[in-house]
């Protein structure tokens, strides 16, 4: 049974096997999928695949890459369909200071706001924060998100960073990044938080571990990460399989 924390499923690349993907990921042994939100066309989409896959839930943010589309109405919009059961995280939202494609002092605003709308609505965050650690962890206690807590998605930072998020009541979710070769960062960021504050996640249609790097990724390659994962703690893949899914069914407040 394994929890994919963090997934797009509502992504064009999947349009032509979504649904007989899904149904087979489920029968063997994905248990629980979260589907994430980027933009604002993607929020009906994603609360298209929780309403019809029991096993789908959905987190309803939207990205830096679109802060700049941002407004008051796509704000109710999320308020409104947060108020359906399946929902159970807000995100993915952050910094993204890679491409910028949205100016950066409007996604520190509207990253702000929609962290805000998590407290508001009690919900846990899903952050999304690449080439912008300083003002993510700076935007991060000034929120005081330790309210809500969540996720630090496809964790990027220092194992001496993780630390500091975890007292921010925030987990960390390992990708197929700590597969690759040069995953040194990475990997030592697994050897320091505790099993007990970890997630898996895959990031579909992005970022598919090896020995898939390059393809269309799916939850499916989470064996992958949750193999590295044992080697690295050293324990079985059984146990970083039951514990990462029961981290996400509280971090999600499912049963």
Not at 135 to 148: F, G, M, P, Y
Request: proline share 4%; aromatic share 8%; net charge negative.
């Amino acid at each position: 049974m394994i929890f994919d924390t963090h997934a797009h499923y509502d992504d064009e690349r999947f349009d032509e096997d979504r649904d007989s993907l899904l149904k087979r990921l489920h029968q063997e042994g994905i248990s629980y999928i979260l589907n994430a939100s980027a933009s604002p066309e993607s929020l009906g989409a994603t609360m298209e695949l929780a309403e019809k896959y029991p096993f789908v839930y959905a987190a309803l943010g939207i990205h830096p890459h679109d802060a700049e589309k941002m407004n008051e109405e796509i704000m109710n919009k999320i308020r409104t369909l947060s108020k359906n059961d399946k929902v159970v995280a807000i995100g993915e939202i952050g910094l993204d200071y890679y491409y910028d494609n949205s100016p950066r002092d409007i996604q520190r605003y509207w990253f702000e706001r929609q962290i805000e709308l998590a407290k508001e609505l009690r919900l846990p965050i899903i952050i999304h924060d690449r080439d912008a650690h300083e003002d993510t962890v700076n935007i991060l206690k000034k929120t005081d998100v330790k309210q809500v807590g969540g996720i630090f998605h496809c964790f990027s930072g220092s194992a001496q960073m993780a630390m500091e998020m975890l007292k921010l009541n925030l987990y960390i979710a390992v990708g197929g990044a700590v597969t690759f070769k040069n995953a040194r960062k990475t990997v030592e960021v697994v050897k320091a938080v505790p099993l007990e504050k970890l997630l898996v996640e895959t990031d579909c249609p992005y970022l598919s571990p090896e020995p898939h790097r390059g393809k269309r990724n799916n939850s499916g390659y989470l064996v992958h990460i949750i193999r590295k994962i044992a080697e690295i703690k050293e324990i079985s893949e059984s146990e970083v399989a039951e514990i990462t899914l029961m981290n996400a069914k509280k971090v999600f407040g499912l049963k």
